[in-house]
């Protein structure tokens, strides 16, 4: 168990700090106790003692690996106190061991009353609670209250985004592939406003863009570095490769990689921080900030609060009350603009795509772990025929449309007018 445990959380800690502090384990240690006062007194090997620098010296753990034959021997009390101590070690959440007895074919009394004090302090040692099975009933681990780890979460960030039309000063810049760069800039540079990597080389057209005085061009393939399966993944399905990841300065393993509730797409496209909490900061010194500014669908490098009035989203969230352990909320955003996008030859005009992004956070502990979920939807806007789809400009997201991040079980869609 000790062994388990140690790869599992050093594991978890090196991928993801933040959920390996949400973290929590349960041992549950299950005998016929048929040997329990042998074993109770009985010396083995144990789990390495750690030198008390190293509970706290990252480094020290990080090249810390559990010995194949530790040295030392101790009680099995001393065994769970070992496995107890890895909760301060790894920083994690909690652990807790159970103890459970199978007691209905111990025909000793005395065997009983030593097995049934040995799992109490088992149990006692551990955090946890004891049952003894004594009559041949069905063995269920539903004694142990697992009520406290599911945990109500509370909306903490909400941005719907016209990825098609990106902001700029007081009016949007046509954006057909949505991909961060608007098409004049596009045809500018020989980039195609139809494909998010125009030079197939793994770095999207925005960010050489971004990158142009550092060498990077995106119609030269070979200026990039970005060549393996897993430098092309997306390990945290933010829609950015892992060596896209690497250049910007973002964790490839984390959805947002600065834990301020926004992912780091919406992030890259609206050029602010991916690694450093920067919602409120005002870079155009235009009065609001960039977290105001991107739930607002203006730009945050230009000074544009004189048109937010008129071109700003609005939104209107409101919870709506408790359903199981969810808190449900409804939503309204108005002021969503349409732009008429091009497209290649033979495909339509004018197709806008609007993402929704949605950040959880625990109601309890609100500075702790983010869960995410994301949606998007389809409208059209061809402003020289007049046409519009909806015709009514409303639409409706049902629940299901958002789905959750890193859900590989959920079907990800846009809703369509």
């Known amino acids: 168990a000790y062994r388990t445990l140690f790869s599992d959380m050093a594991a978890l800690r090196a991928t993801d700090e933040r959920a390996a502090a949400n973290a929590r384990y349960i041992v549950i240690f299950f005998t016929d106790g048929l040997g329990a006062l042998e074993l109770a007194h009985l010396d083995v090997n144990c789990p390495h003692q750690y030198a008390t620098e190293c509970a706290t010296d990252r480094r020290c753990l990080e090249a810390y690996r ?3 034959e530790p040295p ?3 009680s099995i009390y001393d065994q769970v106190d070992q496995i107890m101590l890895l909760r301060r070690i790894h920083q994690i959440r909690s652990i807790e061991l159970h103890s459970v007895l199978f007691s209905a074919g ?13 799992l109490r302090n088992l149990a006692r040692l551990g955090k946890g609670t004891f049952r003894d099975f004594q009559n041949g009933e069905d063995i269920n681990f539903l004694y142990i209250d697992v009520s406290s780890y599911k945990r109500q979460f509370k909306l903490h960030n909400f941005i719907v985004s016209n990825l098609s039309a990106r902001p700029y000063s007081a009016s949007y810049l046509i954006d057909s592939d949505s991909d961060g760069l608007d098409d004049v800039a596009e045809r500018l540079q020989g980039s195609s406003p139809f494909l998010i990597d125009t030079d197939g080389d793994g770095f999207n057209d925005l960010l050489e863009y971004q990158l142009r005085n550092s060498g990077r061009d995106p119609i030269d393939p070979a200026d990039a570095s970005c060549d393996l399966e897993v430098d092309r993944a997306d390990d945290d399905l933010d829609s950015l490769h892992n060596c896209e990841e690497r250049v910007i300065g973002s964790f490839s393993t984390k959805y947002d990689s600065d834990f301020d509730g926004v992912p780091d797409i919406v992030e890259h496209r609206f050029d602010t921080y991916l690694n450093l909490d920067d919602l409120l ?13 991107m739930r607002w669908h203006s730009d945050p490098q ?3 609060s004189a048109h937010l009035s008129d071109e700003g989203y609005r939104y209107r969230v409101e919870q709506t009350g408790i359903r199981g352990n969810q808190l449900c909320y409804s939503y309204d955003v108005e002021n969503i603009r349409l732009v008429t996008t091009d497209a290649p030859a033979g495909e339509e005009r004018g197709w806008n795509q609007i993402g929704i992004y949605v950040s959880e956070v625990p109601l309890d502990e609100p500075d702790q772990v983010e869960m995410f979920k994301q949606g998007c939807a389809h409208a059209r806007l061809v402003e020289e025929d007049r046409f519009k789809l909806p015709a009514s400009g409303e639409m409706k997201i049902p629940a299901d449309a958002l789905w959750q991040v890193g859900d590989s079980t959920t079907t990800m869609h846009c809703v369509e007018p």
């Open 66 to 68: 559990p010995p194949a």
């Open 72 to 74: 030392l021997q101790c």
């Open 106 to 118: 111990i025909t000793d009394p005395m065997v009983a009353a030593s097995a049934r004090t040995f």
């Open 281 to 293: 900061t005002d870079p155009d010194f235009d009065g609001a900030p960039n977290g105001d500014e």
């Open 302 to 304: 230009t000074g544009d």
